[in-house]
Nanobody, 116 residues
Framework: QVRLVESGGGLVQPGGSLRLSCAAS????????MSWYRRAPGKERELVAR????????DYADSVKGRFTISRDNAKNTVYLQMNSLKREDTAVYYC?????????WGQGTQVTVSS
């Protein structure tokens, strides 16, 4: 079965950086696009970034463009989200999911809190 384990979240000051990881199993990782989503308190879950199966193409929400970078290591079945210049409004639980759209599977998520 599909298993997704997100990690790397934590408490960081505004302007700081974090790198999230998502270890995936239960499907052919190298054949699947991967996406990162987040859910902020009181808001709907939103797409943050996504990457094709080869890593050759990426897409970002306007709110994170230029600050976040998605990448993947198909040998490790892991997708990453490098988050720089973090803002308070980036505070959310971050989730990864297989696919470019219409997510069907979720992990437990990892909490990112941006606060001074």
């Amino acid at each position: 079965q599909v298993r997704l384990v997100e990690s790397g979240g934590g408490l960081v000051q505004p302007g700081g950086s974090l790198r999230l990881s998502c270890a995936a199993s239960g499907f052919t990782f190298s054949s699947s696009a991967m996406s990162w989503y987040r859910r902020a308190p009181g808001k709907e879950r939103e797409l943050v970034a996504r990457i094709t199966n080869t890593g050759g193409s990426t897409d970002y929400a306007d709110s994170v463009k230029g600050r976040f970078t998605i990448s993947r290591d198909n040998a490790k079945n892991t997708v990453y989200l490098q988050m720089n210049s973090l803002k308070r409004e980036d505070t959310a639980v971050y989730y990864c999911s297989p696919g470019w759209s219409m997510p069907a599977y979720w992990g437990q998520g990892t909490q990112v809190t941006v606060s001074s």
